[in-house]
């Protein structure tokens, strides 16, 4: 069975740090694009970074330069994304998704596999 497994999400105060993790069966990371997108209350999803087969990164979002970073552990079939020094705008459900071939996209419609969505919440 194809899927992706999302965790880690949670309530964090500003400043503060949270790693995602998204865990995937049924096929190898390696082959496949891996995009973060976030979706905020009353807006649309968006495009944060993305991991490229080959290991590079793209970022959509230049709010979270510096500040969030993506890694794949081949071993375990998982992508991470660590979200460091989180701000109130950084609140959002966080979702992962897979794109067979190398490149990354922002768009939401290019991507096969997804995940069911974590809650980020960054609040005092």
């Known amino acids: 069975q194809v899927q992706l497994v999302l965790s880690g999400g949670g309530l964090v105060q500003p400043g503060g740090s949270l790693r995602l993790s998204c865990a995937a069966s049924?096929?190898?990371?390696?082959?496949?694009?891996i995009g973060w997108f976030r979706q905020a209350p009353g807006k649309e999803r968006e495009g944060v970074l993305c991991?490229?087969?080959?290991?590079?990164?793209?970022y959509y979002a230049d709010s979270v330069k510096g500040r969030f970073t993506i890694s794949r552990d081949n071993a375990k079939n998982t992508v991470y994304l660590q979200m460091n020094s989180l701000k109130a705008e950084d609140t959002a459900v966080y979702y992962c998704?897979?794109?067979?071939?190398?490149?990354?996209?922002?768009?939401?419609?290019?991507?096969?596999?997804w995940g069911m969505g974590t809650q980020v919440t960054v609040s005092s």
């Open positions: 049924g096929f190898s990371l390696n082959d496949y694009a």
């Open positions: 998704a897979a794109r067979a071939g190398y490149y990354c996209s922002s768009a939401v419609g290019l991507y096969e596999y």
């Open positions: 991991m490229r087969s080959s290991g590079g990164t793209t």
